[in-house]
Every structure is written in C-alpha cells, then in structure tokens.
Nanobody, 115 residues
C-alpha cells in the first residue's frame, strides 16, 4: 500500500520559516518526480516546486528565491524549505509523487502566515 504523508506545517509570522517534509512508503521515490502543490481557500491547486528523478528542479515564480525543494531518496523523503514567508503563502500544501501512470498525493498540511 502506497502512502504519502506530509508534515511540518503550522502557523508563523510574516518573514518566518517552515520546513515541510513528505515521506513516501510503498514506492521507491528514486524513479518518481516529487513535487509540492498548494491550495488556498476558493482557489485552484497550484504547483509550488518540483524535483524530478534526474535532478530537474523548478519553482513557481511566486516562491523563487524563498523556497527550496530537496529530496533524500535514501529516506524516500522530499522537503520544502520555506523562508521569508508571506501571508499569500497561506494554504494547504500537498505532496505529489508521480511516475508514468503512478500518481500519489498526500493528505496535505496547513501553512498559515499571519501576524
């Protein structure tokens, strides 16, 4: 059984930092593109960052220079380091593992940025 589980969300003040983790089990993440998405209330889910299996990395323009995605294949885990957080970053953050027809999502973790 495949599980994708996010953790590390919480409430921070503007300018603060959080590190999200996504642990996958039941798959070997080496082959998978691992990505983070987010969804704020009444908005569509959007791609935040992606780390491909071959080293490809890309970010949404809105988070470039503030967020960093990294992966530890030995631990089947991907991280999202979020610095200089802004209120507009408030959303539920989801992890996604995808490889051809295999597509798995986590349940999400809430990030709230507010003073």
């Amino acid at each position: 059984q495949v599980q994708v589980v996010e953790s590390g969300g919480g409430s921070v003040q503007p300018g603060g930092s959080l590190r999200l983790s996504c642990a996958a089990s039941g798959i070997i993440t080496n082959n998978y593109a691992m990505s983070w998405y987010r969804q704020a209330p009444e908005t569509q889910r959007e791609l935040v960052a992606v780390a491909g299996s071959g080293g490809y990395i890309n970010y949404a323009d809105s988070v470039k220079g503030r967020f960093t995605i990294s992966r530890d294949n030995a631990k089947n885990t991907v991280y999202l380091q979020m610095n200089n957080l802004k209120p507009k970053d408030t959303a539920v953050y989801y992890c996604r593992a995808r490889w051809f027809g295999n597509d798995y999502w986590g349940q999400g973790t809430q990030v709230t940025v507010s003073s």
